[in-house]
């Protein structure tokens, strides 16, 4: 059986975070969701259908950098094939549905409200799904062009259509993982682990003072300043934080050295200036977006890819923005590309063309 993961039209509702990274390549817990349906599942293959601005990157990334032999569009499947929809967080509810799902005989179209969760097909319908995935797929391409399907309600499933679903589910799942301290500890840190578990990877620096309030995993080369407070916080790996940090799921290559966020989704790759703050609703901070000190992001935001922000804000910005006290300007993509570069070479690297291509 071949796993496959694709993404239908709602992948605009969890803008800023799905620009860049679609949600089943967010990491959380130190794996990428689509792994924890790996795990279950135990597929003999892997392939995504991207869209073509983040296809080249992932295919990169995943391949040729991380060697991790998964497909990237690929123009046949020459297998029976799952095909799991973007929306549907690998929780245990989902994964059982899944397993069942394998069993059956046929073609099966699992759905909740019109909106199809995953499609299993054997191998004789496989070019046939293909060729609905590497377009955008609706629910009527799947039912019109897939004969003799087994249609299976899922109403009580649940699903990623905004960006506090994902991440109320994340760290639902980061709350199923099991502690385990491998990285520096320093003197005077407290962990605490009664409502949920403690990962410090290996290469990962917490220093004294800091208190650890579980589900926290702090990712490989996450550095943890003096004195912070993490509690339900996922930091993927490459990070610099300080301050006080609770309910974040954030990507890597993060430098928030002295923040107060509560509430936080991010792809990665931003850079927040001291004393930024974010409180009363969820904030999408997204990918080479930046702030100035003494920001506040009030209420639920959404902050656009390469964009700024300096001040009281609330509401969305758009890519490649400035605001400013009320003011909003263009940001010339080549200062925004230089960000990119400075906050990479805080970790010593430099950016792909793919990374820099998202800031054109």
Known sequence: MKLVFFEDPSWRELWPLSTVKPVFLLEVGGRRLYEYWVDALNPEGVAFFLRPEVAGLYDWLLNIREERGVEVNPDALDDDVLAVSHVVPPLPKALELASKALGWPGNVLVHKGGRVLMVKVSVSFADTLVEILKGEPSPELFLNLLEATTDIPFPDAPEFLRLEDVLRYSIELLSRSENRLEGGIEDGVAIDTNAGPVVIEKGAIVESGSRLVG?????????????????????????????????????????????????????????LAPLTVSWGGVAGIGYVSSTSPLTSLEGACRIGRGSEVAGRFTGDLPPLRRYRDGDIEDVDPTHAKARLRRLLSKFNLLPSDYELSFLD
């Open 215 to 271: 589900p926290v995993y702090v990712g490989p080369g996450v550095r943890v300043r003096a004195g912070t407070r993490l509690e339900a916080c996922s930091l993927a790996g490459y990070a610099i934080v300080g301050g006080c940090f609770e309910n974040c799921i954030m990507g890597p290559y993060v430098q928030a050295p002295d923040a107060r966020l509560t509430n936080v989704v991010s792809p990665g790759y931003v850079e």
